[in-house]
């Protein structure tokens, strides 16, 4: 494969085959020590630019999803073209040998083969340690019991001083339109649509204010009550329950998320015996 890499240009990091051609030795250097051999030794040659082949792991390196959708896998094959002239026309002029490069395609190529390490470790690890369904299950009943039990469809008046929110409770107790009101009244962001704030769950709403919505009934109006924005009054329009999203919905992500999680504490556990100085923040 040809070296080399045009000066000014921006390359990313997921296309370092078509670019840094030296890495690749690392890289077999990194799987052969994992026991297994080059992926792309047997992949399926889609293009070729002047002899240089791009393979299908070319493509799937660049862009993991670019194989479940056929237009963006051209569109990563483009690219890839496009690249590969660059890089050879690059060769061709001996910017190969530019000193600043070479030192550039080494850190690259030192960069590739750290995540390719990082990655081979973290997945080592996941396959000794798999997330269980117990942890699963124990995951998706936490988020249950935390999750908002209900939602409450709210308008309101925002205004700066306690006299003016007892004249606007007063108008409304004579009957003034509460939109109307909030339209020419309210310091809320949604003055112009009558105050409505539609559909929140008890978390989206300030403490303040849910301490006072929670015992309301439906067109029930309550204030004024003290909000980050000032002084409110609030009618409530609606209260209904919300039904947290079935276990299978949602496997996935937990799974995902315990996965992050495991990572985060085997590496908290390794920083703890690892040897780290220079420019380092606290974490």
């Known amino acids: 494969m040809m070296r080399g890499e045009s000066a000014r240009s921006d390359f990313d990091c997921r296309m370092t085959r078509i670019w840094l051609g030296r890495c690749w030795v690392w890289v077999v250097a990194v799987v052969g020590l994992l026991g297994a051999a080059p ?10 630019v002047n002899g240089t082949p791009i393979t299908e792991t070319d493509i799937e390196a660049a862009n993991p999803s670019a194989s479940h959708n056929p237009a ?40 590739v083969r750290r995540q390719i390490l990082a990655s081979a ?8 340690h798999p997330v269980t369904e117990r942890a699963i299950n124990a995951y998706y009943d936490r988020l249950k019991a935390e999750s908002p039990k209900t939602q409450y469809r709210l308008r309101e008046i925002v205004v ?16 003034k339109s509460f939109s109307n009101l909030a339209a020419t009244s309210s310091m809320g962001p949604n003055a112009a649509l009558g105050g409505e704030l539609g559909w929140l769950t008890e978390k989206q709403i300030p403490a303040t204010l849910l301490k006072v919505v ?4 439906t067109g029930d109006v309550a204030g004024p009550v003290v909000v980050p924005e000032g002084l409110a009054i609030v009618q409530i329009l609606g209260k209904r329950p919300v039904s947290p999203p079935l276990l299978e919905q949602v496997r996935a992500q937990i799974e995902n998320q315990l996965r992050e999680i495991a990572i985060n504490a085997y590496l908290a556990e390794l920083r703890k015996h690892a040897k780290i100085s220079g420019e380092i923040s606290a974490q």
């Open 39 to 48: 992926a792309w030794a047997d992949a399926q040659i889609v293009a070729q």
């Open 72 to 111: 963006e896998r051209q569109q990563i094959l483009q690219q890839l073209v496009a690249q590969t002239i660059l890089a050879q026309q690059a060769q061709r002029e001996g910017l190969a040998k530019d000193l600043a490069i070479e030192a550039r395609e080494r850190a690259a190529c030192a960069n």
């Open 121 to 128: 470790g973290a997945q080592h690890y996941l396959a000794k």
């Open 160 to 175: 700066t001083d306690d006299a003016r929110a007892h004249q606007i409770l007063d108008a409304l107790r004579q009957g």
């Open 214 to 217: 929670e015992h309301l009934q």
